[in-house]
């Protein structure tokens, strides 16, 4: 379900990074010019999770109801909002098995399982194959 949020950024043009959370989800990350406020990029984020609602309403939801949005994909664009907080790439979370907020390619997520990084093997992934977010600051995007 991920691919139809990345298929519409780049149908827009606007290039994206994603990680796991480190738990059972993704965080999509846009980087952009320092020029937008914060009711902006919220506003933005809720306007890409309506056209995917739009698109694919039987994939995607924005319902905040559990019980509302069973066999759906949650598009929380409510995670864009004041004094919510996000686990940071490479961050361990508070797992059994110490999992690990990773930043993955987008064509990655065909073949892992949010759940997959962990302390013990994080480190090593980073060493064999870098870390894919590595530009991300040097991306800051228009997205008027």
Do not use: C
């Not at 686990?87 to 399982?113: F, G, K």
């Not at 997959?116 to 600051?137: A, C, E, H, Q, Y």
């Amino acid at each position: 379900m991920a691919f139809y949020l990345k298929n519409l950024l780049d149908e827009l043009r606007i290039k994206s990074y994603v990680k796991t959370s480190g738990k059972t989800g993704l965080h999509v990350f846009i980087p952009l010019v320092p020029v937008y406020s914060y009711e902006q990029t919220r506003k933005f984020a809720e306007i890409v999770g309506t056209i995917l609602r739009r698109r694919k309403p039987e994939h995607i939801t924005m319902e905040w109801s559990i019980e509302k949005r069973k066999g759906k994909v949650f598009f929380d664009y409510n995670q864009n909002a004041r004094g919510k907080t996000v686990a940071a790439a490479l961050s361990v979370r508070p797992t059994r098995s110490a999992t690990v907020s990773m930043s993955v390619e987008w064509n990655d997520l065909t073949d892992i399982v949010p759940m997959d990084f962990t302390l013990m093997n994080v480190p090593r992934i980073i060493r064999k194959s870098g870390d894919p977010w590595n530009n991300i600051l040097k991306e800051k995007q228009d997205i008027n």
